[in-house]
């Protein structure tokens, strides 16, 4: 089966999306997802123009992939440096990895414009710099920018900077369409054009500007290329990049070639979620195979059909990129869903009681209002415990109030005061923090901790604020989402309100409430000095 | 010029979308701007499935619309009626519009397990379903359905019922990717052996399910096609229709064909936005051509470049379908991108001055410390005016305190006293919200509008929380982004802090600032009664 080589610029082009900022922690996640999904190259930056990816490099070298490639990039030597005195050139050397993606100009017009030299000189400056990185090592990627606007401009001249990066000796030539405004028709003519001027083996790097990325990524691999560029979700500057959940499920289910393999494809649709949470962005429910709308079936006509032959409505089966079908006015699906869910947590129901049916109506109560269980298994575990075991909650909060000031110019302090009982006996304690939540959250702990000496090694590991209708605004619901972890186990909560502090409030005490239940375990409210069973 | 037939089903198809639904105020909205627009046919709803849509199409007859048909869509008659006591053509004649669209199945399996009839009868339905139809006076346009996996599973079949529909006097046949899994080089073939097979003429349907409706409506076009059905912004089922924001300028633009026209192009991305409102989904900033980001310009190496010859790293020219330039200000960018922005927004500064050097150093440590000024205007403006004009705020804050709280199990409460004051004149008020953000934003504005009644105008559209390094917790930074109007502009501001409090709190100031700058010049702190300059 023919292989296609799937190169993921997620961490570089793709973060050149409007409102796409990842921190150091958050690349170094993408690097380990997109190893683990199998992709071939990891394209993690631009060492030559950004000093935070000099530090990704020096960090991923300490990751142990498991097979894919990380791949530097960066531009050709500047016009007034020698290639051994390029900085950006001395950048792509020194981020150690073994592959690198440099960029040449095939567009005559950018050649004069923003490189201000002749024809010949962008000549000299591409040749030279893929000689100087094969003199030390690499593997280099050859990216031409503009191409298929450089051809249709000067067919000529763009072939001939392919020419030139063949002879200096790169691995790889990849035709990028950089504006991303080429029909396929155009592209595919001009891909024709250029697999027959040169030997070596080609890629394609397509932006979406003409809504025609994933069209015409799979459009020159029906032509022969062999390497495939692009960001998961399709991030991107400006309309973004060929989107590489629709390209691998392409390729694998559609071409018959081989990319990441099936067994990697079911992957797709969690990477694709988690990159998206990564991001901060909504995951986009309509995005091909990997959205949760893909195999959603809504209107009358379809959805007894559906049942009865999927493969009459959905172009694919979900469960082979990881996704699955949804029939959005059935409760049957629904139920099953729940069950599945229960069991996969060693929590136990008998389908047909009639406490399955309430888990399953409280949860669809609750998801229509914002909550969201998948990534807060341990609010599920609570509520489903809760409704099917009738368990306790381990103390009665009488009240709390947090208070946040502001005097003048002064940064706001918070405080957090907090009135609660455990069978029975009182506890009234205050606590600062540097936010309402972090307030509230310590006092609540520093109140619980008499009575039960494990909180202490409870640790909030992360917070995540969305606003559920931002169209709202300050009025909007909120979803909090709080990891924590005891050093041995993580685990997330949920909670929602109009309120930001009563959704927080919710998340915190599922958190505690966790902990205690996996500590004492199910005997409801503790005491002071309660044992671990 | 070769005209192309834009038909638009948002209202039917497109009103399939999870999470879409408009109300019949919406929905002659839509009509009204699609007719403005200039499409050729308005496809209203399924008066035969759906009763709203009888009603809609009751109201529509009293539109004068300019150029555009009302369609009502259908199924050919039910195997067991017959075409005169069939209630779904019955309803199709009642909707009184000058226009039919029917579908009838193409794919034989479709045949067999949707209706259970056998082929031959199929053919029947198709026949005398159309020329019932014509023989009622209608336009008839015949949706060949599931046609290009009909044509893969029994092509013969699937020409067979193009001819029938052909014979029976449709006056156009519309060839359908309904499962939206066809790759282009597929469609292009069947559609081709169609277009052999049949005299008529052609349009072309087709969904995003692997990512490829436009390309394939526009590979339909260039083979002939001369219809081309879809929804604004791609909305639909599933993975949504071909959308119609990228068909039509990819038509105008790219292919040289007439659709909607030049002139009426330039209300495209207004278009876009508005019913994204009506339909209250956030507008995606990554569409092609009519998106916020579709022209925005990020990452220094190109701003210098796009100022000095934009058609070098634009596919089109923004103001051709209403959509306009924007050059974000992110840490990535240099002292070309400060300032390119602070001229787009008409604030002028000597390039090498020390004020400009402030600015950008300014810039630079803020954003390094978690802002981010791209989406945040506003906030960019009013921080420019005060390092280069030493503008002065509107108001001194002596204080404020946001309490929170909980009594019991009941909802938690936020209530928020302000004290501060404009030229001297002491105001001490308080206010009370669904959370702490909004009792503070209500405070805030209660205490400021009898200073500046423009005030009142003020409406907050927007309000984002983003957690920036979420592994601290409930002590992490936040950065929140809010989003004005005052009904004839928006902006956006940015407040980031380890308290959510403060961090939206800068944030509401700026949006106020910007707002009281706008009506009353840079004088600084209004009075009692200052009035519009």
Chains 1, 2 share one sequence.
């Not at 030390?136 to 001249?157: L, M, N, Q, R, T």
């Not at 992360?462 to 186990?489: F, I, M, Q």
Request: charged content about 25%; overall charge neutral; glycine content about 8%.
């Amino acid at each position: 089966m023919k292989k296609i080589q799937i190169y993921d610029t997620t961490l570089r082009d793709g973060s050149q999306g409007e409102s796409i900022s990842f921190s150091l922690e958050d690349k170094l996640h993408i690097v380990k997802k997109l190893d683990d999904l199998g992709v071939d190259y990891i394209e993690g930056g631009w060492p030559g123009s950004n000093s935070k990816d000099i530090e990704l490099f020096r960090h991923a070298r300490d990751l142990k992939l498991k097979h894919a490639k990380l791949a530097a990039f960066g531009s050709t030597r500047h016009p007034r440096h020698s290639v051994a005195q390029d900085p950006n050139l001395q950048a792509l050397v020194e981020a150690h990895t073994p592959v690198v993606t440099i960029f040449g100009k095939a567009w005559d017009l950018h050649v004069k414009l923003a490189l201000g030299i002749s024809l010949k000189e962008n000549l000299d400056l591409i040749r030279e710099s893929v000689a100087f990185l094969k003199s030390k090592g690499k593997e280099v990627i050859y990216d031409a920018e503009h191409f298929f606007d450089g051809f249709k401009a000067d067919s000529a001249y763009a072939l001939a900077t392919l020419t030139v990066a063949e002879e200096a000796g790169a691995d790889l030539l990849v035709l990028c369409d950089t504006n991303g405004g080429t029909l396929t028709s155009d592209l595919r003519e001009r891909f024709q054009s250029a697999s027959q001027h040169v030997k070596s083996r080609l890629g394609i790097h397509t932006h979406n500007d003409a809504e025609m990325a994933v069209a015409n990524a799979i459009a020159a691999v029906q032509l022969g290329a062999v390497h495939v560029q692009g960001t998961i979700n399709g991030y991107g500057e400006r309309c973004g990049n060929a989107n590489l959940c629709s390209v691998i499920p392409n390729i694998e289910l559609k071409l018959g070639m081989q990319s990441i393999g099936k067994e990697n494809l079911k992957q797709l649709a969690q990477v694709s979620r988690s990159i998206s949470e990564l991001a901060n962005l909504p995951p986009r429910q309509d995005l091909p195979y990997v959205g949760k709308s893909a195999f959603a079936h809504k209107g009358g006509i379809h959805v007894s059909a559906v049942m009865k032959a999927a493969a009459a409505y959905e172009h694919v089966d979900p469960a082979l990129v990881g996704n699955e079908r949804r029939v959005l006015v059935s409760e049957l699906s629904g139920k099953s869903n729940v069950l599945y869910k229960a069991a996969e947590r060693g929590l136990k129901i008998d389908k047909s009681s009639p406490a399955a049916k309430l888990v399953v109506d409280k949860l669809k109560e609750m998801e229509h209002s914002g909550y969201q269980f998948e990534g807060a298994e341990a609010s599920f575990e609570i509520l489903f415990n809760k409704l099917v075991h009738n368990s306790k909650d381990f103390f009665d909060l009488d009240g709390f109030r947090v208070i946040t000031e502001k005097k003048g110019a002064a940064e706001s302090l918070s405080e957090a005061v907090i009135k609660l009982r455990v069978e029975g006996i009182e506890e009234h304690t205050a606590a600062e923090g540097v936010g309402p939540v972090s307030a509230l959250d310590r006092a609540l702990r520093k109140s619980l901790t008499t009575f039960f000496p494990c909180i202490r090694e409870l640790r909030l590991t992360d917070y995540k604020v969305r606003v559920l209708n931002p169209e709202s605004a300050t009025d909007a619901k909120v979803r909090v989402l709080v990891e924590s972890s005891d050093g041995r186990e993580r685990w997330s909560t949920v909670g929602v309100s109009e309120n930001l502090i009563e959704a927080s409030w919710q998340a915190l005490v599922d958190s505690i409430a966790y902990k205690l239940k996996k500590e004492y375990g199910s005997k409801g409210k503790g005491t002071k000095g309660a044992s671990n069973e």
